[in-house]
């Protein structure tokens, strides 16, 4: 069974982990693990049930103005690390809605995740189940062009546990995450800009929302026979503030206490190869920038605001479950 590469890459671009940086804390929660989307495009792989298997390890260090506090001078930076399994379901029932392929995904993640010296922390557990519903993916003819969009959900139904909830691996809160893919698919190019964001629902024990986080993920590999290689990249970003009404202030909370916005640029490399029954891409990147802050508490004398910069290594094998059968031809007799 040989199955087009950058088809299946379609079916493996969702993972999910949840990062705190400031761990157990609210404020620059991460519900998709940026990058998540690269290798992937607005393609849909023909008609079928497709398995998908990622993990990933974050290695990576606090910064940002709130690690002053955490880190005084001649002591060593607060490691963070993370190591992430996701299991994930494709479906393609081969229907078509205004001129586009529709798909559903569901994934379920599971985390470990550690913070370094003077937090000393870690933890693992089941993340927040995350289903798309419905995508639907429209191709232009033979230009190479094609455009996916789509809305993701994040259930509240993970590991969550202490008086905030976060005690846990998984969020108190429903986040939804609106896609949109627009890729070139032409000549064994993909070349593909993921754009999602995440909208928050208030936790349901602090009653701290936290702010709406923006991806971006770049795709620019080149398949020949049944290797893929080229440049990836991704940008995240924090781009409202969190909040924090009457109910949460009267828990004693506040954002001044959390980490207000933050951005990241990371780049690196993918590299894939075809099986035929199975597909295996893996890509790495270093995050060479970094920043956080929180203005409101700056302005009172103290910044908490931290993030973490570090390196990914992600791996991704995919695979088709179960296609339908194809039409019996009629039978030819001859005398």
């Known amino acids: 069974m040989n199955m087009n590469f950058k088809a299946l890459l379609t079916a493996a671009g969702i993972a999910a982990v949840a990062f705190s940086p400031a761990y157990a804390t609210e404020g620059g929660d991460i519900a998709t693990k940026p990058g998540a989307f690269i290798g992937a495009s607005a393609g849909v792989p023909p008609p079928g049930i497709y398995m998908f298997n990622q993990v990933f390890t974050y290695q990576a260090n606090l910064v940002g103005p709130g690690t002053s506090a955490l880190n005084p001078p001649g002591t060593h930076k607060?490691?963070?690390?993370?190591a992430v399994d996701v299991q994930g379901f494709l479906f393609v029932p081969g229907w078509t809605f205004l001129g586009a392929t529709y798909d559903a995904v569901i994934v379920q993640p599971f985390v470990m995740q550690s913070?370094?010296?003077?937090?000393?922390a870690q933890g693992a557990g089941a993340f927040n189940t995350y289903i798309v519903p419905v995508e639907l993916s429209w191709k232009f003819g033979n230009s190479g062009w094609a455009i996916k969009t789509g809305v993701g959900i994040y259930l509240p139904d993970g590991c969550t546990t202490g008086a905030n909830g976060l005690g846990c691996e998984a969020n108190p809160y429903t986040t939804y995450q609106p896609e949109l893919i627009i890729s070139y698919l032409h000549d064994g190019w993909n070349l593909s800009a993921a754009l999602y964001e995440e909208f928050n629902t208030e936790n349901r024990d602090t009653h701290y929302t936290t702010g709406n986080i923006f991806h971006v993920d770049i795709t620019a590999t080149k398949?020949?026979?049944k290797w893929t290689f080229g440049p990836v990249a991704y940008y995240v970003a924090q781009v409202t503030d969190d909040s924090c009404g009457f109910n949460c202030v009267a828990l004693g909370n506040s954002t001044l206490a959390h980490t207000g916005r933050f951005e990241t640029w990371a780049v690196g490399g993918l590299v894939g190869y075809d099986f035929g029954p199975a597909?295996?891409?893996?890509?790495?990147?270093?995050?060479?920038?970094?920043?956080?802050?929180?203005?409101?508490?700056?302005?009172?004398g103290f910044d908490p605001s931290v993030t973490a910069k570090g390196a990914?290594?992600?791996?991704?094998?995919s695979y088709r479950l179960w296609a339908p059968e194809a039409p019996v031809a009629p039978?030819?007799?001859?005398?």
């Open 331 to 335: 039978a030819m007799y001859h005398k």
């Open 78 to 82: 607060t490691g963070v690390q993370a």
């Open 223 to 225: 398949t020949i026979g």
């Open 115 to 120: 913070v370094g010296a003077p937090v000393n």
């Open 312 to 317: 990914t290594v992600f791996a991704t094998l």
């Open 279 to 300: 597909s295996l891409s893996v890509w790495a990147t270093q995050e060479v920038h970094a920043s956080a802050h929180n203005d409101a508490a700056a302005n009172l």
